[in-house]
């Protein structure tokens, strides 16, 4: 399968540094293997995605094995479906990927985070990495047999375009309860995660699960979650000191799994 011009929407030719359409359109390819199809223009900021702070933070906690129970999860729905071609959104620096992976022939993954995708493809070389907006997916229409999407955000409309009939789209959102220990360090009012309210047009929404387990983290290991949460940015300098000097963190999760297929 080939890319696609995130501009013109013309097939890529591939390059030993480059790619390139029939309209002169050109992207770089990294030394480490990954395409860069996310144009200045599409460019929210100067360098949009997660940070390389918040990355290493990501990339320790999940090492670790913390959400492994959640990876498990998807891959074995994945395995049911044996997709020939699987993209990965908001796949980061590759710790679900490169397991997804397993259950595919050819896997793609997609960040819009550079630092991150430079990471992934440079411990993952097995999976195809490209730096590019989940709001213009840039693939054939008709193309993929298998999307994941945990926590990313997507245009639905591409999805409904690049999954072929029949196909499948995986997303895990947060459950209701998901991390409320960590939250209450922050928040006076803790909330519960709105219910599951998404609709993808052209989907059929196949099946619905919630997977919850506590854990049990070190003080580095919640403050390294916490980096990983959007509420990070809400947390004092105090909570950040109280979380790395505990002994021993109890937090819940609750993720909610939906599965969706493609209709005819």
Not at 42 to 61: C, L, T, V, W, Y
Not at 216 to 235: K, V
């Amino acid at each position: 399968m080939s890319w696609r011009c995130p501009l013109c929407h013309a097939a890529l030719q591939h390059n030993h540094t480059h790619l390139s359409c029939p309209n002169g359109h050109q992207f770089d390819r990294a030394k480490e293997g990954y395409v860069n199809l996310l144009p200045v223009q599409h460019k929210r900021s100067r360098d949009p995605g997660d940070n390389g702070e918040m990355i290493q933070a990501r990339r320790a906690f999940l090492d670790a094995g913390h959400y492994q129970p959640l990876r498990d999860r998807i891959r074995s729905r994945l395995a049911t479906v044996s997709p020939a071609v699987l993209l990965d959104i908001g796949c980061g620096e590759g710790y679900y990927t490169h397991s997804f992976a397993e259950t595919a022939q050819e896997t793609f993954g997609l960040d819009v985070s550079k630092t991150a995708i430079r990471i992934a493809a440079k411990r993952y070389p097995a999976v195809q990495f490209c730096v590019a907006s989940s709001q213009r997916l840039p693939f054939d229409d008709n193309s993929l047999d298998a999307v994941v999407r945990i926590y990313a955000p997507c245009n639905p409309e591409e999805l409904t375009r690049v999954v072929r009939a029949g196909g499948w789209v995986i997303t895990a959102t947060p459950g209701p309860r998901h991390l409320m220990e960590l939250k209450g360090l922050i928040y006076d009012e803790i909330r519960l995660h709105a219910p599951h309210s998404e609709q993808l047009p052209g989907f059929t929404l196949v099946e619905s699960e919630s997977l919850a387990y506590p854990m049990t983290l070190t003080g580095a290991e919640a403050a390294a979650l916490l980096q990983m949460t959007p509420f990070a940015w809400r947390a004092s300098t105090e909570v950040w000191q109280q979380l790395r000097a505990l002994p021993q963190f109890l937090c819940q999760t609750d993720f909610s799994l939906h599965i969706w297929q493609r209709e005819d």
